[in-house]
């Protein structure tokens, strides 16, 4: 069976689901087509920090953008996916990583992210609970946190009660332009057609691309994440590290979540698991930040698959090779808190020819000019 839409959107993590949702609410008939569930990997199974500090330059205009949407998101969706603006506090363990931190207050100041820096007597009066590698931090007031598990299911959710058709369990299989739209087949046998072809697809989202003669060196990023049992609330800001090797924050509800390093996946099966190894690394580390964590039970830990690229920021904007056609993918681990500004960004791509937001940095061809081989989709 044939079905038709306008847009046909392929990937249904926080980006794609908001595309599907800022479409259709601008009068468009668009499809979204997940092969398993709304936020099942990379949009779902991160840490939940909504970060600005500490992103590449190029991404802070989307991240600003997309901070102000996760303000209103109970406005947009129904609920604020338990987004909380308790602050990131971003710490230096050494003075090279001091230096990091003063360096990039520059950064901010060009894009009008409000940064404090906390130097090495007020880090431990402000924050006593810190252990005493900590030499100084720098504090994001804007920043914060939210439940990883409800965004894509809220967008889409919306979405679908806008008018957007959302189709979960199903695998697109094939990707073609037959000179007049897009087609695209499933594992079931259904055929889809399109003028518009948004792909978000994340780490599969180089096979997408490649489809279509624009290979990328895409690489499965599987993050490695625990929680803790309930203990007694006392970490209000989202904790980061320069260098990332470990990331904490702690919940309303008490329990501590820790992330570092990476697990291992198998991508054409959509398997993953942590590390035991990665995990004791990463709690040692943890308790380096935070002494007091000493003796805490982590009750349970995950992984999942994310898309990574090797200069560590995504593929966003117009195929170089098919019009209409539009890609957003390889996060590289910070995608969550962008999610709801790129859906934005895309349906202003497909409905105005354009966007406020400089994309020049993310854009597919890049990749063409470097020469990458097919193989190197990783798709």
């Known amino acids: 069976m044939m079905q038709d839409a306008d847009v046909l959107v392929l990937g249904g993590g926080g980006a794609g689901c908001s595309a599907a949702l800022h479409l259709v609410r601008r009068g468009v008939r668009v499809i979204l087509l997940e ?86 007597n007020a880090i431990h009066r402000e924050y006593p609970w810190l252990g005493p590698t900590v030499l100084a931090g720098s504090f994001a007031p804007e920043d914060g946190a939210a439940n990883p598990r409800l965004l894509a299911p809220a967008l889409a959710r919306a979405a679908r009660e806008a008018g957007a058709v959302v189709r979960e369990h199903t695998e697109a299989t094939a990707f073609a332009h037959d000179g007049a739209r897009f087609v695209v087949e499933t594992a079931g046998g259904e055929v889809f057609r399109a003028d518009w072809l948004l792909n978000t697809a994340g780490f599969w989202g180089g096979r997408v691309a490649a489809a279509f003669g624009e290979p990328v060196p895409v690489r499965p990023r599987t993050p490695n994440m625990m929680v803790t049992e309930p203990i007694r609330y006392f970490i209000e800001p989202n904790l980061g590290v320069v260098g990332g090797n470990v990331y904490l924050r702690q919940i ?57 690229m090797p200069d560590g920021i995504p593929v966003i904007g117009p195929s170089g090779t098919t019009p209409r056609l539009i890609h957003a993918f390889g996060f590289s681990g910070h995608g969550f808190q962008l999610g709801p500004a790129v859906g934005a960004i895309l349906s202003e791509l497909v409905l105005d020819g354009r966007t406020d937001v400089p994309l020049e940095p993310f854009a597919i061809q890049r990749w063409a000019a470097q020469g990458v081989p097919a193989a190197a989709s990783a798709g």
């Open 35 to 120: 092969r398993g569930l709304v936020g099942s990997q990379a949009s779902g199974v991160n840490y939940g920090g909504v970060r600005q500090q500490g992103r590449h330059p190029a991404e802070l205009p989307i991240a600003r953008r997309s901070r102000e949407l996760w303000g209103r998101l109970r406005e947009l969706v129904g609920t604020d996916c338990e987004f909380e603006a308790c602050g990131h506090l971003k710490l230096a363990r050494t003075e090279a990583e001091e230096a990091d931190l003063v360096a990039y207050l520059d950064v901010a100041k060009q894009y009008d992210l409000p940064l404090r820096m906390v130097g090495r």
């Open 252 to 308: 309303r509800r008490g329990s501590v979540i820790i992330g570092g390093g990476m697990g291992e996946a198998d991508p054409e099966v959509r398997w993953s698991r942590p590390l035991p190894e990665v995990s004791l690394r990463t709690m040692r580390l943890a308790l380096q930040l935070v002494p007091s964590l000493a003796g805490v039970r982590v009750i349970r830990s995950w992984s999942g698959i994310d898309g990574g």
